[in-house]
């Protein structure tokens, strides 16, 4: 993770699905792109990939094609 990337980073939120869950992920757009970072470990970095690759995630997610039950 380069500094000026994460100076770059202007709003990080979290789903209003965590209802307090400590397991969650924080995400923010960063020039066209979705960076996403742990709650508890903010300092270890994010992850950044495409609004593409994301939005596909997400829609996976809320399909439940990701459930384990």
């Known amino acids: 993770m380069r500094e000026s990337a994460t100076s770059a980073v ?3 939120r979290k789903s209003s699905r965590t209802a307090g869950n400590a397991n969650c992920v924080e ?3 960063l020039r066209g792109q979705v960076a996403i970072r742990d709650t508890k470990n903010r300092r270890s970095g994010y992850l950044l990939t495409s609004t593409a690759a994301f939005a596909a ?3 996976t997610v809320k399909e439940g094609r ?3 039950g």
Do not use: E, G, I, Q
């Open 10 to 12: 202007t709003r990080w």
């Open 27 to 29: 995400v923010a757009s």
């Open 66 to 68: 990701l459930d384990l």
């Open 57 to 59: 995630f997400v829609n």
